[in-house]
């Protein structure tokens, strides 16, 4: 940034980014920034994203990779005690950042043979979330579970994605509007009670991305 001849707030404007999300960056508190804000901040200081991390690829504050053990043929994965009434993103973040095991609720055992072709994701990158409300019904109801890929945090292609929406915890859809200057994303539900909305990518905290539920017959 001094090389380049900027400061925080020029950077900021330079990158079309909010100065309080840069701000955060540069003094660690932001330990998941956005792979698009990266990726502007890369384009405005005319450099490769991977020179400002270090080559690091982007975890989801849901938890360190590695919390989820395998054991032989079983891969072990943590049902996270994590609902929209956890409270505001700082508590969110602190819980699972910081304390994973007292958040955990259960622990459920895979085959570890085959998962990764089967879900789509290494076991350790996966966590398991129950769904709080009825916004996704009929695809999700209250109760279920569902896993979460915490390293998918791309809505590229649109999914179903776990996210911070500035509002709360959230499970819903989500697609990047494009063209939209600033990059927005559409947030919606399959309950039709709910109306969709839209947010920019800098107002979103996007955590992983659903890839499995469990449903009764």
């Known amino acids: 940034m001094k090389e380049r001849g900027f400061n925080q707030k020029s950077l900021a404007e330079a990158a079309r980014l909010n100065e309080t999300a840069v701000r955060d960056i540069l003094k660690g508190r932001s330990r998941r920034p956005l792979h698009t804000t990266i990726i502007a901040l890369a384009r405005t200081l005319a450099c ?16 360190p990779p590695g919390s989820a053990t395998s054991s032989g043929s079983t891969a072990t994965i943590r049902e996270l005690d994590v609902r929209p009434a956890a409270g505001g993103n700082s508590s969110v973040v602190e819980i699972l950042e910081g304390a994973e095991e007292e958040a955990t609720r259960a622990l459920y055992g895979f085959p570890a043979s085959g998962f990764r072709e089967l879900y789509g994701a290494p076991p350790e990158e996966v966590r398991i979330l129950e769904v709080v409300g ?37 499970i819903k859809r989500v697609e990047f509007i494009a063209p939209s200057d600033p990059p927005k994303l559409r ?31």
């Not at 490769?48 to 938890?63: A, D, I, M, Q």
């Not at 996007?206 to 449903?215: D, E, F, K």
């Open 48 to 63: 490769e994203p991977e020179e400002l991390v270090g080559g690091w690829r982007g975890t989801s504050s849901l938890g």
């Open 134 to 170: 009825d916004s996704m019904a009929p695809e999700l109801w209250p109760g279920q579970k569902v896993m979460v890929h915490l390293r998918d945090r791309q809505p590229s292609p649109p999914g179903v994605f776990v996210l911070w929406d500035g509002l709360g915890l959230v």
């Open 187 to 217: 947030i919606s539900s399959d309950n039709r009670q709910y109306a969709a909305y839209e947010r920019t990518i800098d107002e979103v905290h996007i955590l992983g991305r659903v890839i499995g539920r469990w449903a009764r017959l």
